[in-house]
């Protein structure tokens, strides 16, 4: 089915008034006819009636006297399910459709976005970006000029994904996500008290088309999965529990085939084992330990501590009342100068890891990824910048040869949204020798083992951290896994703890975990992926909440 001109032209705000579907059985047959009914969801790609929109919106740019504008028109479907064992919580489906118009005026931006998608629309909010633009009181302080980028007049991409999850209706991914909680509810009822499974499923698609002054206009979707499924036990007294998720469950850039032909038998029970083991831990002694930290641990300690200092509108303050600063700068008196003093430690930035989550071929400027390092043998080197920012870096690029521009790393969690500074994917090099977490082990005679995925926070500089471990966390014993201990975190500051790393491991621990970045006023969460080897920390203080 097309949708006319004038189809398009009507929907109006009824597309964000759709918002949720509730119940309503049409979309259990056919989700992208429900969608076409309730009109949250269009889909973009080589639609002329979406260019003709965003070259609407330029040309009103134009007509005003803007230096520089670009659009981003942005289509979004969710399908979410959530169910507690035999009972299902969530059904929905929802879907959204807005745009949003940045203008570069008189040496400052502007922006504004409507959920009302006309060519009418389109020009008012133009001019209105450009409105902003010129009451903008940075204009009389600081004059804007955007690093040059290559032109993308056709561009096209698409998260690859096997199975179509949109050719599924939300009655078979709630069948499978139920037969999927069955396997925990008859292990529970063969005589496990105390246990419960928990799981929600959701796809999502999102059509993104930009368009810009300069002449690019690219079109892109991208398709995610995410969720949990988690095995949980609480004790008889209710003052403990504890919780496990199968190493099959996957989430990042996948259609249908995330959650059909895993093989959850094979590692449920091994969850629901864990889980109760969890019971019987113990709480560790407060003090001072070596600390192994699995993939996972270390992916989640890395984005908070350092990937979001390397965002680079941070570093110039820019997200002082908002995200948080980073103690990563001045960047005169940092690159190329300030160390970890550990040489295990590099960083670098990448574009090309398949079913990451964030993933994407052109960022929200429309440049494309960039493959670079970040942080050599310890030293900084560069920062995650956007088209804005990197001219102010231009005195370093050229002492080291490197031509200025944007690094591809601009981000935005909606078109309602302007464009920050947002990676999509960040490593840590592994180790070029295969060392292992339990080589790490045996060379550890008094410390604490994470294996699982981890968190992290920190203070608003990123100076001092807080970090813990998900799933089973044991002491380590003369170079031996010991008791199971009750949730330790430990204690350090940000610099210390990457220079006291002495020990990393090689390719066969290295995995990729989820990430992300929260900043902006309004404020915006940004997933991304981030990468990282297992390590060893030592000396760091331990402790628990738990202690009584």
């Known amino acids: 089915m097309t949708w006319s001109r004038r189809d398009f032209l009507r929907t109006g705000s009824a597309f964000a008034a759709a918002g949720v579907i509730g119940l309503d059985g049409r979309f259990l047959k056919d989700p992208y006819a429900a969608a076409r009914a309730y009109r949250p969801f269009r889909p973009l790609l080589q639609d002329p009636d979406v260019r003709a929109l965003a070259m609407t919106a330029l040309q009103a740019a134009r007509d005003v006297g803007t230096s520089y504008a ?5 289509s979004g479907i969710a399908r979410a399910t959530g169910a507690g064992d035999r009972r299902v919580g969530l059904r929905r489906i929802s879907g959204s459709l807005n745009f949003g118009v940045r203008v570069l005026m008189g ?3 502007g922006f504004a976005s409507s959920t009302i998608v006309t060519e009418e629309e389109a020009a008012r909010i133009a001019r209105l970006a450009a409105r902003q633009a010129s009451l903008n009181p940075w204009s009389q302080t600081d004059n804007i000029e955007m690093a040059p980028a290559p032109v993308v007049a056709d561009g096209q991409w698409e998260t690859p994904i096997d199975l179509d999850p949109w050719n599924y209706t939300i009655q078979d991914q709630l069948e499978l996500q139920l037969e999927a909680n069955e396997l925990v509810v008859k292990i529970a009822e063969a005589g496990r008290p105390g246990l419960r499974v928990s799981s929600s499923f959701s796809f999502s698609r999102s059509d993104v088309v930009f368009a810009s002054s300069e002449g690019s206009y690219i079109e892109q979707r991208f398709n995610n999965f995410g969720g949990s499924y988690v095995a949980q036990v609480i004790s008889e007294d209710r003052m403990e529990f504890g919780l496990a998720s199968p190493e ?26 864990e889980a109760y083991m969890m019971l019987g831990a113990r709480d560790p002694d407060v003090g001072r330990y070596d600390v192994v930290l699995g993939s996972g641990a270390v992916s989640s300690i890395l984005n908070s501590t350092i990937v979001r200092a390397l965002e ?87 002492r080291n040869g490197i031509e200025t521009g944007s690094r591809g790393t601009a981000g935005s969690a909606g078109s309602t949204l302007t464009q920050v500074v947002a990676p999509s994917i960040a490593i840590m090099d592994p180790g070029e020798e295969n060392v292992s977490e339990e080589d790490m082990i045996a060379a550890t005679e008094d410390g604490i083992y994470f294996p699982g995925g981890g968190f992290a926070s920190v203070d608003p500089p990123m100076l001092n951290m807080q970090g813990g471990g998900g799933g089973l966390i044991y002491e380590i014993r003369d170079g031996k896994l010991g008791d199971i201990l009750r949730r ?33 006023d309004p404020s915006q969460l940004i997933g991304r992926t981030v990468g990282a080897p297992a390590a060893r920390f030592r000396n760091l203080n331990v402790f628990t909440y738990g202690r009584r």
């Open 488 to 520: 330790p975190s430990y204690l350090a500051n940000t610099i210390d703890f990457w220079r006291s790393m002495d020990m990393i491991g090689g390719p066969d621990t290295f995995a990729y975990g989820g990430g992300g970045t929260f900043k902006g």
């Open 248 to 273: 099959s469950f996957r989430t990042g850039g996948y259609g249908w085939e995330a959650i059909e032909g895993i093989p959850w038998a094979d590692d449920i029970e091994q969850a629901v084992e």
């Open 107 to 109: 040496g400052a931006w």
């Open 312 to 398: 680079y509108d941070r570093v110039l303050g820019y997200e002082m009342h908002a995200g948080g600063t980073s103690y990563l700068g001045p960047a005169e008196e940092a690159l190329g100068q300030f160390s970890f003093n550990n040489p295990m430690l590099n960083v670098r930035a990448t574009g090309s890891v398949p079913r990451a989550a964030g993933v994407y071929r052109w960022d929200a400027e429309g440049v494309a990824p960039q493959d670079y390092q970040l942080i050599r043998e310890g030293v900084l080197v560069d920062y995650f910048t956007s088209r804005e920012f990197a001219p102010q870096l231009d005195w370093w690029y050229r």
């Open 70 to 74: 670009d659009v981003r028109v942005t």
